[in-house]
């Protein structure tokens, strides 16, 4: 068995509608993910927050606990632009929004996860277009993340939020026919459960691709509380030999710390079992 690394969502604040298990600053969220024995966090953040990477790397090293990826969701939903954006204001910011992630990224020593911020194509607009566009920003994201070695997972979301990369065979096909340096597929359990005809032969399809995963039951609470078979795709990760984390980014159901201790516990319980 592979003794995965085991992370969960952070951020400095986040409601309880959303996906996020511990709120604060990042050096207090990585003592409490260390009180409760995960490995790391994944930070949601914006690029321009104020951030003091020597008190984070010193905490990191208190603690023993790493930082498994930084999220750029809120460039899109607080920023509002995107990669594909109309507005080329906007989509300029995008990518000068991405460049300061992977920016800190590297000074952090972690990964970034690509997801809203590639945008979605406008109702009727031809898709080919927009497409292209993507790819183009994408290589020259791909290119910066290469000279700073700062990995960029591409997290597939299901079709009710976005319309682009809904499947691991859509987004494995945009990686794979644009030679990608840097470019991961991310998988998500629960956007797996409404998209993926069998979401453990998609896993298993994105192999040596797939860098990151999160880990949400079908209802988006912590694994273990719905009727995905973490087993199966526990034993789909390690057939592929997955060598990232595995993090738990799910509702704060029935309460933060709570939910984030039963997510740890069935998955520790699940791995020891295989």
Known sequence: ????????????????????LLVGSIEDNLVKAAHLGYDAIEIHMRENDPL???????????????ISALVTGRLNTIGMCSLIDDR????EAALKGLYRYIDR???????????????????????AKYMYKLARNLSSLDDYADLHQVKLFI???NRYETNIFNTCRETLDFITQHQFKQLYVHLDTFHMAIEEAN??????????????????????????????????????????NYQGY????????PERE????????NIKDLCEAL
């Open 88 to 91: 080329p204001y906007a989509e």
């Open 199 to 240: 979401a453990v032969e998609a896993i298993r399809e994105a192999s040596h691709y797939l860098g990151y995963i999160h880990f949400a039951d079908n209802n988006r609470h912590f694994p273990g509380d719905g009727r995905l078979d973490f087993f199966e795709i526990l034993r789909a990760l390690e057939d592929i």
């Open 1 to 20: 068995m592979i003794p995965w690394r085991i992370a969960l969502s952070t951020a400095d604040e986040a409601s309880v509608k959303d996906p996020i």
């Open 105 to 127: 990224a590297h000074k952090l020593s972690t990964d970034l996860v690509i997801g809203w911020v590639k945008g979605k194509i406008p109702e009727g607009k031809p898709k």
């Open 246 to 253: 595995i993090s738990v980014e799910c509702l704060p159901i």
């Open 52 to 66: 003091d990477v020597n008190r984070i790397l010193k905490t990191v090293e208190k603690t023993k606990v790493n």
């Open 155 to 157: 997290e597939v979301i």
């Open 258 to 265: 709570v939910a984030a201790s039963r997510a740890l516990n």
